[in-house]
């Protein structure tokens, strides 16, 4: 091998080592930081309770908001109409979070069916579905034109 | 009527586009002088362009609901504040501007380049047109901004609230100066490619024109940072949510380019790494175009809207993407520099690994952004990506770039020059470590990311302050105060960040009228509550009053009821205490004598890093001003 196809190769080899070590840093980084999304009925037909953080979104349910007597902390239903969640969440509700709307909401599985919620997601202007939403509607059959505006 | 006009003069200025191109091919193609008129038809096809955005915002000041836009978009109760900015808080108002800004570029481009070669001259003009041209097209034929609609209806549906806000004047034209500012020198690289004068004159020419949409972008990212601080009440300044990362691509993407044309500039290397940057660059922002115009994201920037744009935008980021690399590979090794031989511990190599380190970044940020949209293309699977991905990452990599910052202005182009600095070097470091335990100390922290973030924040700092403090010698003219001006910035920006990682406070808490929640150093008292009734909206104003060690202030957060939309914002309350900041964001209750609910935030050194931002702006800014030593 001549001086250069050494250094070359060398190059090579430590370039390819260094990528795919960084490539591993990035992909444990991504796996420990997914948050995956659910739809109630989703949740109903697991067959094991997911661990960590999740996102579960639907509307929110019709006279379920509840408020408890502690520091600012609520009760509600997020529903697709086929299934519901029972979310549990301390802190506060934010505007655009209305019953009858759509809503995300990120947090803890308890159970199957309840969820502590950690945070709600709701930043956009009050026609707009947010597209998981719209899925999980889609999906449990009930979606209707009049949720697109 | 006015909507008759625009629709003309945008339709002409294509048609006049779609000329120029013509002209450009029978020039190339048969030989012959170019159309004397060339330049001036492009210039008209500018003002066309400028005409109908005028119109545009003419109908939306005058609330001419005749037209779809306007119609949905405004209502005659909105200030008139709201009236004139709201011609780009929709998706056909934003596009217009768009074009112009595209459009507006190539207009001073030939204004400040009359001494330039012609054919390089004429031909970045072909390409600027074409991108114009398709743009256009896509404009008329799927966003039509003065679409009419029949009946005209009474009024208007109103504009986002959230939007109501006086930054919607200045951030969304300044992020489009920004990243659509690129589209110059893109078309300038394929000039410069094609008429084979892509050579060092050509990096001397093309600095200007990355330094001025990337100064634009810098100011555009930190408006919308601090807009997000005080009006969505989320108490931050950065989410690595998918559209401030679509901001943020680009700008990491033209930062790399601005180095990298430099080394092209003074040591004739890196001639493919640039012009694949330059390429970078401007499909980034288109594609950071396509994020958030395509509704796939779920964010205030979206406007819920039609994904099939969504497809068209898809489509022209590709061909564009593919004429611009099939024309660097047919084009680019007839003119390569002198690409081997890189000196370490020269200028040019501590900026080829700065490329490197900014690389990563790029790529990281992309994959945070880009992993979950693919995911649910191709699977059923929805997920997103939390800020720790992007935190956890990133941080071991500023610190290293921070260090390499600080390094390389003292090195010399072309020469190992570590040995002459070794002492210079240490001594900077030995100081940013004894100022790091002062501090450390002092505020009672010894967590070991906390120190290292400090440390080498200060090492760039000093390095800095020291180049600025020690050559009395030098001239002042012959400082590069653009580079000192936008590092120090960042070195600023670091230290702020760490510093309001570890130290700022939030709590959230219910609190009845007259009475007092404590939390750590800090009590609140919920001392009074009245409304107020705004031009379109009815407000509940709260007075906070809030004890730290002794000293008291008085916090009036407020929530707005919106009437048209129907919706609600919360207005916050905001009181500095020297670089930090209390800051109270109110909830929305209809009974507001059995409480309200509030978020409270100390956010620790919050006003330096908007402090960084203005340094990082001027220093693109000083980039203008011509140095002494500078040819």
């Keep these: 091998m001549s001086p250069a196809t050494k250094k070359r190769l060398s190059f090579f080899l430590i370039s390819t080592i260094m990528f795919l070590i960084v490539g591993k840093f990035i992909y444990n980084s991504l796996q420990g930081n997914t948050v995956y999304f659910f739809s109630p009925t989703d949740l109903s037909n697991l067959s094991e309770k997911p661990n960590g953080l999740i996102r579960v979104g639907g509307l929110v349910k019709i006279n379920s908001i509840q408020e408890k007597q502690k520091n600012a902390s609520y009760t509600f239903v997020i529903t697709d109409l086929k299934y519901d969640t029972y979310v549990e969440y301390e802190g506060l509700l934010p505007n655009l979070f209305q019953e009858g709307k759509g809503a995300v909401i990120e947090g803890v599985l308890k159970d199957k069916k309840f969820l502590l919620g950690q945070k709600i997601l709701a930043k956009h202007d009050e026609n707009y579905m947010p597209p998981e939403v719209a899925e999980a509607l889609k999906k449990s059959g009930n979606w209707n034109k009049n949720y697109d505006q | 009527m006015t909507s ?379 997920i997103s990506v939390g800020p720790q991905y992007y935190n956890t990452i990133l941080a071991p990599f500023v610190f290293i770039f921070l260090i390499l910052m600080g390094i390389g202005p003292y090195m010399k182009w072309n020469k190992n020059s570590f040995a002459i600095n070794r002492n210079k070097l240490t001594s900077f470091v030995l100081s940013s470590l004894i100022v790091t335990a002062l501090v450390s100390l002092i505020l009672k922290n010894q967590n070991f990311i906390f120190i290292l973030g400090v440390a080498c924040s200060l090492f760039l700092i000093i390095s800095v302050v020291y180049e600025f403090a020690y050559f009395k010698h030098i001239k002042l003219k012959q400082f590069n105060f653009a580079r000192l001006f936008s590092h120090a910035g960042f070195g600023f920006l670091i230290l702020a960040i760490t510093l309001h990682y570890f130290f700022s406070k939030e709590f959230t808490t219910k609190i009845q009228l007259g009475e007092t929640s404590s939390y750590q150093e800090f009590a609140i008292k919920f001392s009074n509550y009245f409304s107020k009734q705004g031009k379109n909206y009815q407000e509940l104003i709260g007075e906070y009053e809030i004890q730290k060690n002794g000293e008291k202030v008085i916090l009036k957060p407020s929530i707005r009821k919106y009437s048209h939309p129907q919706q609600f914002t919360s207005e916050t309350s905001i009181r500095g205490e020297w670089l930090s900041d209390m800051y109270i964001a109110m909830d929305y209750t209809s009974d507001a004598s059995s409480g309200i609910g509030i978020r409270f935030y100390y956010n620790y050194s919050i006003r330096l890093i908007w402090l960084s931002y203005i340094l990082i702006t001027i220093g693109g800014l000083l980039s203008f001003v011509q140095r002494k030593n500078e040819k």
Excluded: C
Aim: hydrophobic letters at 55%.
């Design chain 2, 4 to 382: 008759n006009i625009g629709l003309i003069s945008l339709i002409i200025s294509s048609i006049l586009s779609l000329f120029i191109l013509i002209l450009f091919f029978k020039h190339v193609l048969f030989g012959g002088p170019l159309h004397s008129k060339f330049f001036a038809l492009y210039n008209a096809s500018f003002f066309l362009i400028a005409v109908s955005f005028v119109l545009l915002v003419i109908s939306f000041v005058v609330s001419d609901f005749s037209i779809v836009a306007v119609y949905e978009n405004s209502h005659t109760d909105k200030p008139f504040f709201y009236k004139f900015a709201g011609t780009w808080g929709n998706h056909e108002g934003s596009m217009l501007l768009f074009i112009l800004i595209i459009s507006l570029y190539g207009y001073l481009f030939l204004i400040f380049t009359k001494q330039l070669n012609f054919s390089l001259r004429f031909t970045t003009i072909f390409f600027q047109t074409s991108l114009q041209f398709v743009f256009l097209l896509f404009l008329i034929l799927t966003s039509n901004p003065f679409e009419k609609i029949f009946p005209i209806p009474n009024q208007g549906l109103g504009l986002n609230p959230i939007l109501q806000d006086p930054l919607l004047v200045l951030h969304p034209p300044f992020l489009y100066l920004g990243y659509v500012g690129f589209s110059l020198v893109f078309s300038l690289l394929l000039g410069g490619l094609v008429t084979n004068q892509y050579n060092q004159n050509w990096a001397g020419l093309a600095k200007r024109w990355i330094f001025l949409p990337w100064t634009f972008l810098t100011f555009g990212i930190g408006l919308g940072s601090f807009w997000a601080y005080y009006e969505l009440g989320w108490g931050g300044y950065w989410f690595w949510d998918p559209v401030e990362n679509a901001s943020l691509m680009p700008w990491i993407a033209s930062t790399a380019l601005i180095h990298s044309v430099l080394v092209m500039d003074k040591t004739k290397k890196l001639f493919n790494w640039t012009a694949i940057l330059t390429i970078l660059t401007f499909v980034l922002s288109l594609f950071g175009t396509f994020l958030v115009r395509s509704g796939i994201l779920n964010s205030v920037h979206a406007f819920a809207n039609d994904p099939e744009r969504g497809l068209y935008i898809l489509f022209i980021i590709s061909l564009i993407t593919l004429s611009a690399l099939v024309i660097y590979i047919l084009k680019s090794a007839k003119q390569t520099g002198d690409e081997n031989g890189f000196i370490l511990f020269s200028r040019e190599f501590s900026i080829v690994v700065n490329n490197y380190l900014l690389i990563f970044a790029l790529t990281v940020v992309t994959i945070g952004t880009t992993y979950p949209i693919l995911l649910s293309v191709f699977t059923e699977e929805s």
